[in-house]
């Protein structure tokens, strides 16, 4: 399957089954960048990009996947902002 097509059909099925995963997450953008796949976006917990990670390996095992996914902070400040 090296035909630019069919990545495009195989990231949008990644992104379909992303959506409807355990984490439901439409926050995360994957694009076909070359011969590989760029995971992009935010998530609400480590555990979620994991689970985001290993799906896409999955679905995509015979491609490279780079995952660039931000864990948002969801812990309160301990401290005081400090504002000039």
Do not use: K, W
């Amino acid at each position: 399957m090296n035909h630019p097509e069919s990545l495009e059909y195989r990231v949008a099925h990644l992104a379909e089954r992303l959506a409807a995963g355990p984490c439901g997450e439409l926050g995360v953008r994957a694009e076909a960048r070359g011969g590989s796949v760029l995971l992009t976006g935010t998530v609400p917990s480590a555990q979620c990009r994991d689970d985001i990670r290993r799906i896409a390996q999955q679905e995509l095992a015979d491609l490279p996947v780079h995952c660039d996914l931000v864990v948002a902070e969801t812990e309160p400040p301990t401290h005081a902002e400090d504002l000039p």
